[in-house]
């Protein structure tokens, strides 16, 4: 029996797109933070007596799609150990609300985690990324803390993440402002397949992001959360811009996210630096230096109220311990 915990990330620089749908390599190279208040702790358990694997999430038992893909985890770390026996998985959200901010990253790296100890297994870093990717792309970045890289590679053993910088020592910090309206969603896996096959404007990414990547990592190494911030917006920007422009174009963003990157806007002509980012949902984060953190929270308290918002810093890795 093992348990891990893996703090969630957010994308400064997104990974939006697969070259290998089944391995889950990326079109491109990817950056995200990792955040402190996200994280979800996992234990996992191989039972003989088990003839199905039994997955529980904060307390309620998963099936359908969401249960086979924590199955398909625990078949690759049956097959690399040479287990047979299904596994009980047990696993909590930490979200400081339960709207919407629940996410995949921490849930597969922290699934990796546990899996592959409870299993035998003793995993590098690297091998513990590469697996937690098997479940999905954006949970190979949770393995590390801090500012994290995802090299795109071009394989299974070429894809996988590397820690840019663990101890962030600078004031970076994201606002998480909850706009969840529990509409059905579109998938970020079915969201970006769409974008890759149908957006004219696809082909372009793969340039934006190399230019992305290049300016946040000068960005970083000269500590400039303006620049930072203003990389990561306008890469957000043009993530978007590919499910807009796909057949069927659809949109993540409600009005309420819309509101929110309006009022970031503003708060930028008043002075207050600050920058937006949003995934596959109508969430919007907003990062900004520590220094601005009272006006910008109290700017978004008065439209949203601070039930909504989350601050967030730098987070740590993986941890994982046998029970
Ligand atoms: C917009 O990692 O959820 O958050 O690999 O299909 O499981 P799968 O997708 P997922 O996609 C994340 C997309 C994103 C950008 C990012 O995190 O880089």
Same mark, same amino acid.
């Given at each position: 029996m093992a348990t891990a915990k893996a703090h969630t990330n957010i994308a400064l620089v997104k990974y939006w797109g697969k070259k290998d749908q089944e391995l889950i390599i990326p079109q491109t190279d990817s950056l995200s933070l990792t955040l402190d208040e996200f994280y979800t702790t996992t234990r996992v358990n191989f039972d003989q007596e088990l003839t199905a694997d039994q997955v529980m999430i904060n307390g309620q038992q998963l099936a359908g799609p969401a249960a086979a893909k924590v199955t398909h985890l625990l078949d690759i770390v049956r097959q690399r150990s040479g287990l047979s026996a299904r596994a009980r998985v047990d696993s909590q959200n930490h979200v400081?609300?339960?709207?919407?901010?629940?996410s995949s990253a921490s849930a597969f790296a922290a699934l990796a985690g546990a899996a592959s100890r409870a299993a035998g297994l003793q995993l590098s870093r690297r091998e513990l990324s590469r697996l937690a990717r098997r479940g /999905?792309? /954006?949970?190979?970045? /949770?393995?590390?803390?801090?500012l994290v890289e995802w090299?795109?590679?071009?394989?299974d053993q070429t894809s996988y993440a590397l820690p840019i910088m663990e101890q962030v020592d600078f004031g970076i910090e994201m606002i998480a402002i909850l706009?969840?309206?529990?509409?059905k969603k579109v998938s970020s896996r079915f969201g970006m397949q769409q974008s890759v096959s149908t957006s004219p404007y696809y082909r372009v990414w793969p340039e934006v992001v190399a230019r992305d990547m290049a300016a946040v990592k000068k960005a970083i190494a000269a500590q400039d959360i303006d620049q930072i911030g203003a990389i990561a917006e306008e890469n957000a920007l043009r993530m978007h811009a590919l499910t807009l422009s796909a057949d069927p174009g659809f949109t993540y963003f409600d009005s309420d996210t819309i509101t929110a990157m309006t009022i970031v806007r503003e708060l930028r002509e008043n002075g207050v630096n600050c920058y937006f980012t949003m995934d596959a949902g109508p969430n919007v984060k907003v990062i900004y230096d520590q220094v601005n953190r009272k006006a910008v929270y109290s700017t978004l308290a008065a439209q949203f109220?601070?039930?909504r918002l989350v601050v967030a810093k730098p987070g740590p890795g993986i941890e994982i311990w046998n029970d």
């Open positions: 400081p609300t339960a709207a919407g901010l629940a /999905s792309g /954006s949970a190979t970045r /949770s393995i590390y803390g801090g090299q795109a590679g071009h394989d706009v969840d309206t529990h509409k109220g601070t039930d």
